[in-house]
Antibody, heavy 117, light 110 residues
Framework: EVQLVESGGGLVQPGGSLRLSCTGS????????MTWVRQAPGTGLQWIAY????????NYADSVKGRFTISRDNAKESLYLQMNSLRAEDTALYYC??????????WGQGILVTVSS | QSALTQPRSVSGSPGQSVTISCTGT?????????VSWYRRHPGGAPKLIIY???ARPSGVPDRFSGSKSGDTASLTISGLQAEDEAEYFC??????????FGGGTKLTVL
C-alpha cells in the first residue's frame, strides 16, 4: 500500500522550533515533487512549501518564507520541514503531499502542530 | 495569495446533484487550466477527485465532474450518495511552483 506518514508534531512555545518529517513507502517520495500543506483551525487548506524531485527548486508561501525550510533525503524516502520562529498563527494540521504536474495525488494523514505558551 | 472563495456549506438529498463553486482571480483560476478538487472525510487525508479542471483520476466515479468559466471553477456531484458527505477543497495553480486553495465546503447529504 502506498503511504505518506508525517511525524514530529506537537506543542511548542512561540519563538520555538520544530522539525516535521514525512516518510513514504513504495518509492512514493523518491525523486518526486513534494509539498507541505497546512490547515489552521477554522480555515481552509494553505500550501506553504514546495521542493522539486532533485531538491534544487524550492518555493515558499510568503507567510512562512524566511522561517521554514523544506528539504528532502531521497535515499531515505523522506521529506522534512524545519520550522523556526514559530508563531501562534502557525498552529495547524500539517500535511505532506506529493505533487504530480499541478495537482497533489497522494497525501499523508496530517500531523498537528500547536504553538502556545 | 488570497484563498479561493468557496461556499461554506451546501446540501442535497440522495440522488440529487449539487454544485460547489470556487472563485479566484485572473492571477490563479482565470490564468491556469490547473484547478483540482479534493475530498476529505473527517479525520482522513484529502483525496484527489478532479485535476486539470475536468479530469478524473482512476477510480473516481463519473458522478464527479469539473468545469471552469473565467475566474470561477465548479465541482458538480450528481447522484448524491451518503458517502459523499465530506469537506471539499478546490486548488489552483498560482504560478512559479505556488498554489492557492479554497476555504473548503462542507457537503451535507440530507
Amino acid at each position: 500500500e502506498v503511504q505518506l506518514v508525517e511525524s514530529g508534531g506537537g506543542l511548542v512555545q512561540p519563538g520555538g522550533s520544530l522539525r516535521l518529517s514525512c516518510t513514504g513507502s513504495n518509492f512514493i517520495i523518491n525523486s518526486k515533487e513534494m509539498t507541505w500543506v497546512r490547515q489552521a483551525p477554522g480555515t481552509g487548506l494553505q500550501w506553504i512549501a514546495y521542493i522539486s524531485g532533485s531538491g534544487y527548486t524550492i518555493n515558499y508561501a510568503d507567510s512562512v518564507k524566511g522561517r521554514f525550510t523544506i528539504s528532502r533525503d531521497n535515499a531515505k524516502e523522506s521529506l522534512y520541514l524545519q520550522m523556526n520562529s514559530l508563531r501562534a498563527e502557525d498552529t495547524a494540521l500539517y500535511y505532506c503531499a506529493r505533487a504530480r504536474g499541478r495537482m497533489f495525488d497522494f497525501w499523508g494523514q496530517g500531523i498537528l502542530v500547536t504553538v502556545s505558551s | 495569495q488570497s484563498a479561493l472563495t468557496q461556499p461554506r456549506s451546501v446540501s442535497g438529498s440522495p440522488g440529487q446533484s449539487v454544485t460547489i463553486s470556487c472563485t479566484g482571480t485572473s492571477s490563479d483560476v482565470g490564468s491556469y487550466s490547473s484547478v483540482s478538487w479534493y475530498r476529505r472525510h473527517p479525520g482522513g487525508a484529502p483525496k484527489l477527485i478532479i485535476y486539470d479542471v475536468t479530469a478524473r483520476p482512476s477510480g473516481v466515479p463519473d458522478r464527479f465532474s469539473g468545469s471552469k468559466s473565467g475566474d470561477t471553477a465548479s465541482l458538480t456531484i450528481s447522484g448524491l450518495q451518503a458517502e459523499d458527505e465530506a469537506e471539499y477543497f478546490c486548488c489552483s495553480d498560482a504560478g512559479s511552483y505556488a498554489w492557492v486553495f479554497g476555504g473548503g465546503t462542507k457537503l451535507t447529504v440530507l
